[in-house]
Protein backbone atom coordinates (compact mmCIF):
# COMPACT_ATOMS: atom_id res chain seq x y z
CA UNK A 1 0.00 0.00 0.00
CA UNK A 2 1.12 3.23 -0.79
CA UNK A 3 1.18 6.84 0.42
CA UNK A 4 -1.50 7.72 -1.93
CA UNK A 5 -3.81 4.48 -1.23
CA UNK A 6 -3.25 4.74 2.56
CA UNK A 7 -4.53 8.56 2.59
CA UNK A 8 -7.37 7.54 0.61
CA UNK A 9 -8.53 5.02 2.63
CA UNK A 10 -8.47 7.02 5.68
CA UNK A 11 -9.81 9.55 3.85
CA UNK A 12 -13.71 9.29 3.73
CA UNK A 13 -13.59 8.25 7.24
CA UNK A 14 -12.47 11.38 8.31
CA UNK A 15 -14.95 13.23 5.91
CA UNK A 16 -18.05 11.39 7.40
CA UNK A 17 -16.88 12.71 10.64
CA UNK A 18 -16.81 16.07 9.68
CA UNK A 19 -20.27 15.43 7.73
CA UNK A 20 -21.56 14.13 11.09
CA UNK A 21 -20.40 17.38 13.00
CA UNK A 22 -22.35 19.73 10.27
CA UNK A 23 -25.46 17.60 10.80
CA UNK A 24 -25.30 18.11 14.34
CA UNK A 25 -24.92 21.93 14.20
CA UNK A 26 -27.49 22.13 11.56
CA UNK A 27 -30.06 19.98 13.77
CA UNK A 28 -29.04 22.59 16.30
CA UNK A 29 -29.20 25.67 14.29
CA UNK A 30 -32.88 24.05 13.21
CA UNK A 31 -34.02 23.53 16.40
CA UNK A 32 -33.20 26.71 18.11
CA UNK A 33 -34.87 28.91 15.04
CA UNK A 34 -38.32 26.55 15.40
CA UNK A 35 -37.80 27.53 19.89
CA UNK A 36 -37.46 31.24 18.88
CA UNK A 37 -40.39 31.53 16.38
CA UNK A 38 -42.36 29.54 19.04
CA UNK A 39 -41.13 32.22 21.76
CA UNK A 40 -42.65 34.70 19.42
CA UNK A 41 -45.80 33.56 18.29
CA UNK A 42 -46.58 32.78 22.21
CA UNK A 43 -45.24 36.34 22.86
CA UNK A 44 -47.55 37.77 20.15
CA UNK A 45 -50.63 35.97 21.77
CA UNK A 46 -49.84 37.07 24.95
CA UNK A 47 -49.88 40.77 23.52
CA UNK A 48 -53.37 39.99 21.63
CA UNK A 49 -54.58 38.98 24.50
CA UNK A 50 -53.29 41.26 26.91
CA UNK A 51 -54.86 44.09 24.66
CA UNK A 52 -58.45 42.50 24.15
CA UNK A 53 -58.25 42.17 28.18
CA UNK A 54 -57.55 45.67 28.35
CA UNK A 55 -60.09 46.48 25.38
CA UNK A 56 -62.66 44.59 27.18
CA UNK A 57 -61.76 46.76 30.88
CA UNK A 58 -62.06 49.67 29.01
CA UNK A 59 -65.73 48.68 27.46
CA UNK A 60 -66.88 47.71 30.74
CA UNK A 61 -65.62 51.09 32.27
CA UNK A 62 -67.29 53.02 29.03
CA UNK A 63 -70.73 50.85 29.83
CA UNK A 64 -70.44 51.99 33.71
CA UNK A 65 -70.10 55.76 32.88
CA UNK A 66 -72.83 55.24 30.61
CA UNK A 67 -74.96 53.50 33.22
CA UNK A 68 -74.46 56.22 35.41
CA UNK A 69 -75.81 58.81 33.29
CA UNK A 70 -78.81 56.79 32.20
CA UNK A 71 -79.84 56.22 36.11
CA UNK A 72 -79.27 59.93 37.37
CA UNK A 73 -82.27 62.18 38.02
CA UNK A 74 -81.83 64.63 35.99
CA UNK A 75 -81.64 62.19 32.63
CA UNK A 76 -85.08 60.34 34.32
CA UNK A 77 -86.90 63.75 34.74
CA UNK A 78 -85.53 64.61 30.70
CA UNK A 79 -86.78 61.57 29.27
CA UNK A 80 -90.56 61.77 31.08
CA UNK A 81 -90.22 65.65 29.81
CA UNK A 82 -88.92 65.20 26.14
CA UNK A 83 -91.80 62.26 26.01
CA UNK A 84 -94.43 65.23 26.23
CA UNK A 85 -96.09 66.71 23.36
CA UNK A 86 -94.55 69.60 21.92
CA UNK A 87 -91.81 69.47 24.34
CA UNK A 88 -88.88 72.10 24.56
CA UNK A 89 -85.52 69.97 23.42
CA UNK A 90 -83.46 73.45 23.33
CA UNK A 91 -83.44 73.55 27.47
CA UNK A 92 -81.44 70.22 26.92
CA UNK A 93 -78.97 71.28 24.20
CA UNK A 94 -75.92 71.42 26.67
CA UNK A 95 -76.38 68.40 28.83
CA UNK A 96 -74.41 66.08 27.04
CA UNK A 97 -71.52 68.63 27.76
CA UNK A 98 -71.98 68.30 31.36
CA UNK A 99 -72.19 64.63 31.05
CA UNK A 100 -68.86 64.74 29.21
CA UNK A 101 -67.40 66.09 32.08
CA UNK A 102 -68.84 64.61 35.05
CA UNK A 103 -68.23 60.98 34.09
CA UNK A 104 -64.48 61.69 32.37
CA UNK A 105 -65.86 60.66 28.93
CA UNK A 106 -64.78 61.78 25.08
CA UNK A 107 -67.92 61.41 23.64
CA UNK A 108 -71.49 61.86 24.79
CA UNK A 109 -74.67 62.22 22.79
CA UNK A 110 -78.22 62.30 23.86
CA UNK A 111 -80.76 60.99 21.51
CA UNK A 112 -84.75 61.07 22.20
CA UNK A 113 -86.93 58.52 21.23
CA UNK A 114 -87.52 59.33 17.95
CA UNK A 115 -83.81 59.43 16.91
CA UNK A 116 -83.31 63.50 17.00
CA UNK A 117 -79.81 64.29 18.66
CA UNK A 118 -81.01 66.46 21.81
CA UNK A 119 -77.65 67.15 22.72
CA UNK A 120 -73.74 66.54 21.46
CA UNK A 121 -70.85 66.96 23.45
CA UNK A 122 -68.25 66.33 20.68
CA UNK A 123 -70.14 67.58 17.69
CA UNK A 124 -72.50 69.85 18.92
CA UNK A 125 -74.19 71.01 15.15
CA UNK A 126 -75.58 67.57 14.79
CA UNK A 127 -78.22 68.91 16.94
CA UNK A 128 -82.10 68.20 15.65
CA UNK A 129 -80.37 65.59 13.40
CA UNK A 130 -81.40 61.86 12.77
CA UNK A 131 -79.36 59.50 14.48
CA UNK A 132 -81.59 56.32 13.70
CA UNK A 133 -78.97 53.62 14.06
CA UNK A 134 -79.65 54.21 17.87
CA UNK A 135 -83.54 53.35 17.57
CA UNK A 136 -83.01 49.58 15.99
CA UNK A 137 -82.11 48.33 19.44
CA UNK A 138 -85.63 49.19 22.21
CA UNK A 139 -83.54 47.63 25.09
CA UNK A 140 -79.52 48.61 25.55
CA UNK A 141 -79.54 47.21 28.84
CA UNK A 142 -77.61 44.16 28.34
CA UNK A 143 -75.68 44.87 25.27
CA UNK A 144 -71.45 45.52 25.57
CA UNK A 145 -69.48 48.42 24.80
CA UNK A 146 -68.69 48.53 20.68
CA UNK A 147 -66.05 50.04 18.13
CA UNK A 148 -67.56 52.54 16.54
CA UNK A 149 -67.16 55.78 13.86
CA UNK A 150 -67.42 59.06 15.45
CA UNK A 151 -68.00 61.87 13.74
CA UNK A 152 -66.27 65.08 14.40
CA UNK A 153 -66.19 68.34 13.20
CA UNK A 154 -62.72 68.13 12.40
CA UNK A 155 -63.09 64.58 10.73
CA UNK A 156 -63.45 61.31 12.79
CA UNK A 157 -62.30 58.94 15.80
CA UNK A 158 -62.15 55.97 16.39
CA UNK A 159 -64.44 55.73 19.81
CA UNK A 160 -65.03 52.71 22.20
CA UNK A 161 -68.89 53.35 22.87
CA UNK A 162 -71.83 52.05 25.21
CA UNK A 163 -75.49 52.67 24.67
CA UNK A 164 -77.64 52.82 27.34
CA UNK A 165 -81.81 53.61 26.83
CA UNK A 166 -83.75 55.46 29.60
CA UNK A 167 -87.54 54.87 29.68
CA UNK A 168 -89.93 57.98 29.25
CA UNK A 169 -93.54 58.33 29.47
CA UNK A 170 -95.56 56.72 27.14
CA UNK A 171 -93.02 54.14 26.11
CA UNK A 172 -90.66 56.66 24.57
CA UNK A 173 -87.14 56.16 25.34
CA UNK A 174 -84.35 58.70 25.83
CA UNK A 175 -80.82 57.07 24.76
CA UNK A 176 -77.50 57.88 26.04
CA UNK A 177 -75.12 57.50 24.02
CA UNK A 178 -71.03 57.51 25.41
CA UNK A 179 -67.31 56.31 24.34
CA UNK A 180 -63.64 56.92 25.21
CA UNK A 181 -61.60 57.45 21.89
CA UNK A 182 -59.50 54.34 21.04
CA UNK A 183 -55.87 55.73 20.02
CA UNK A 184 -52.07 55.72 20.72
CA UNK A 185 -53.11 56.23 24.71
CA UNK A 186 -54.95 52.69 24.70
CA UNK A 187 -51.90 51.65 23.35
CA UNK A 188 -49.67 53.02 25.76
CA UNK A 189 -51.49 50.63 28.62
CA UNK A 190 -49.70 47.22 27.25
CA UNK A 191 -46.96 45.83 28.69
CA UNK A 192 -44.50 44.88 25.57
CA UNK A 193 -41.74 42.70 25.53
CA UNK A 194 -38.27 43.62 24.36
CA UNK A 195 -37.94 43.90 20.60
CA UNK A 196 -41.95 43.88 19.91
CA UNK A 197 -44.38 46.88 19.14
CA UNK A 198 -47.86 46.95 18.91
CA UNK A 199 -49.58 49.29 16.15
CA UNK A 200 -53.35 50.78 15.65
CA UNK A 201 -54.92 51.58 12.30
CA UNK A 202 -58.51 53.74 12.56
CA UNK A 203 -59.89 51.89 9.27
CA UNK A 204 -62.13 54.79 8.88
CA UNK A 205 -61.18 55.66 5.00
CA UNK A 206 -61.51 53.60 2.29
CA UNK A 207 -57.83 53.70 0.92
CA UNK A 208 -55.18 53.73 3.27
CA UNK A 209 -54.09 56.82 5.08
CA UNK A 210 -50.86 57.09 6.84
CA UNK A 211 -51.90 59.83 9.54
CA UNK A 212 -54.36 56.96 10.76
CA UNK A 213 -51.58 54.73 12.13
CA UNK A 214 -50.27 55.23 15.60
CA UNK A 215 -48.67 53.54 18.28
CA UNK A 216 -48.29 54.20 21.96
CA UNK A 217 -45.59 57.06 20.71
CA UNK A 218 -48.19 58.67 18.13
CA UNK A 219 -45.66 58.75 15.70
CA UNK A 220 -45.01 55.64 13.28
CA UNK A 221 -41.70 55.67 11.39
CA UNK A 222 -42.09 54.97 7.18
CA UNK A 223 -45.82 54.19 8.17
CA UNK A 224 -46.58 54.40 4.34
CA UNK A 225 -44.70 51.07 4.12
CA UNK A 226 -48.00 49.58 6.20
CA UNK A 227 -49.78 50.43 3.20
CA UNK A 228 -49.86 46.94 2.02
CA UNK A 229 -50.41 45.51 4.93
CA UNK A 230 -53.82 47.30 5.57
CA UNK A 231 -55.02 47.21 1.48
CA UNK A 232 -54.33 43.36 2.25
CA UNK A 233 -56.58 43.12 5.56
CA UNK A 234 -59.07 45.84 3.29
CA UNK A 235 -59.73 43.05 0.99
CA UNK A 236 -59.88 40.13 3.30
CA UNK A 237 -60.91 40.63 7.39
CA UNK A 238 -58.99 38.04 8.59
CA UNK A 239 -55.74 37.63 10.70
CA UNK A 240 -52.39 37.03 8.72
CA UNK A 241 -48.88 37.37 9.30
CA UNK A 242 -46.77 39.42 7.25
CA UNK A 243 -42.81 40.43 7.67
CA UNK A 244 -41.46 43.68 6.36
CA UNK A 245 -37.72 44.09 5.17
CA UNK A 246 -37.27 47.86 6.09
CA UNK A 247 -33.28 47.57 4.78
CA UNK A 248 -31.65 44.55 2.86
CA UNK A 249 -29.89 43.71 6.00
CA UNK A 250 -32.00 40.50 7.02
CA UNK A 251 -32.08 41.66 10.71
CA UNK A 252 -33.93 44.72 10.51
CA UNK A 253 -36.82 42.44 9.21
CA UNK A 254 -39.70 42.42 11.46
CA UNK A 255 -42.84 40.12 11.44
CA UNK A 256 -46.43 41.75 11.88
CA UNK A 257 -49.10 39.71 13.05
CA UNK A 258 -52.21 41.93 11.08
CA UNK A 259 -55.56 41.44 13.31
CA UNK A 260 -59.09 43.19 12.22
CA UNK A 261 -60.91 44.78 14.64
CA UNK A 262 -64.55 44.46 14.34
CA UNK A 263 -67.59 46.86 14.90
CA UNK A 264 -71.02 46.17 16.16
CA UNK A 265 -72.14 44.88 12.80
CA UNK A 266 -68.73 43.20 12.13
CA UNK A 267 -67.44 45.90 9.92
CA UNK A 268 -63.50 46.22 10.05
CA UNK A 269 -63.10 50.00 11.59
CA UNK A 270 -59.27 49.00 13.39
CA UNK A 271 -56.54 47.22 12.79
CA UNK A 272 -54.14 45.99 15.00
CA UNK A 273 -50.96 45.32 14.28
CA UNK A 274 -48.15 43.04 16.74
CA UNK A 275 -45.04 43.47 15.22
CA UNK A 276 -41.74 41.20 16.36
CA UNK A 277 -38.41 42.13 15.39
CA UNK A 278 -36.30 39.36 13.69
CA UNK A 279 -33.01 40.73 14.82
CA UNK A 280 -32.54 38.52 17.39
CA UNK A 281 -33.35 35.54 15.10
CA UNK A 282 -31.18 36.46 12.45
CA UNK A 283 -28.34 36.79 14.81
CA UNK A 284 -28.39 33.61 16.44
CA UNK A 285 -28.51 32.15 12.87
CA UNK A 286 -25.49 33.52 11.98
CA UNK A 287 -23.84 32.86 14.74
CA UNK A 288 -24.90 29.23 14.47
CA UNK A 289 -23.72 28.55 11.10
CA UNK A 290 -20.66 30.45 12.00
CA UNK A 291 -19.52 27.82 14.84
CA UNK A 292 -21.06 25.19 12.87
CA UNK A 293 -18.17 26.54 9.97
CA UNK A 294 -15.76 26.87 12.22
CA UNK A 295 -16.34 23.31 13.65
CA UNK A 296 -16.82 21.22 10.01
CA UNK A 297 -13.15 23.16 9.45
CA UNK A 298 -11.68 22.43 12.38
CA UNK A 299 -12.95 18.98 11.56
CA UNK A 300 -11.66 18.62 7.93
CA UNK A 301 -7.98 20.15 9.33
CA UNK A 302 -7.81 17.66 12.15
CA UNK A 303 -8.70 14.73 10.01
CA UNK A 304 -6.73 15.35 7.35
CA UNK A 305 -3.72 15.23 10.10
CA UNK A 306 -5.17 12.65 11.57
CA UNK A 307 -5.47 10.84 7.97
CA UNK A 308 -1.83 12.04 6.95
CA UNK A 309 -0.22 11.06 10.24
CA UNK A 310 -1.84 6.88 10.07
CA UNK A 311 -1.01 6.51 6.51
CA UNK A 312 2.45 7.46 7.19
CA UNK A 313 2.65 5.01 10.02
CA UNK A 314 0.81 2.33 7.93
CA UNK A 315 3.59 3.35 4.98
CA UNK A 316 6.42 3.16 7.71
CA UNK A 317 4.67 -0.43 9.17
CA UNK A 318 5.43 -1.65 5.68
CA UNK A 319 8.39 -0.75 4.72
CA UNK A 320 9.71 -1.86 8.03
CA UNK A 321 8.25 -5.53 7.43
CA UNK A 322 9.54 -5.36 3.93
CA UNK A 323 13.07 -4.59 5.18
CA UNK A 324 12.75 -7.67 7.70
CA UNK A 325 11.72 -9.90 4.74
CA UNK A 326 14.63 -9.44 2.58
CA UNK A 327 14.99 -8.86 -1.08
CA UNK A 328 14.92 -12.71 -1.48
CA UNK A 329 11.56 -13.73 0.40
CA UNK A 330 13.54 -14.75 3.50
CA UNK A 331 14.12 -13.28 6.71
CA UNK A 332 17.58 -12.00 7.55
Not at 203 to 227: G, K, M, Q, S
Not at 242 to 271: C, K, Y
Not at 304 to 323: C, D, K, Q
Request: with cysteine; proline share 5%.
Amino acid sequence: MNGLQARTKFLPVFLTAVLASVSVAYGVSHYAIAACEEMNAQRTEAIVAQFRKEFDQRGDEVVQLVQNIADSNITLIMANDLARPNADQSLYVHDAMGAVHDQLLDFVAIVGWDGTVISSAQYPARVGQKNDWVLATKDWRDSPAFLKREELPDGEALSLTAVRSVAGRNDKNLYIIGGRRIDHNFLSLLVLPSGMRALLYRNLEPTFVPADLTDATAVVAHAERFAPLIDEIQKRPQPFVQTIDWTSDPASAETFHVMPLEGRNREPLGVLLVGSSRKELVLLKRRIVLIAAGVAAAALFIGLLMSLWSSTRIIRHVETGRSAIGPSGFGK
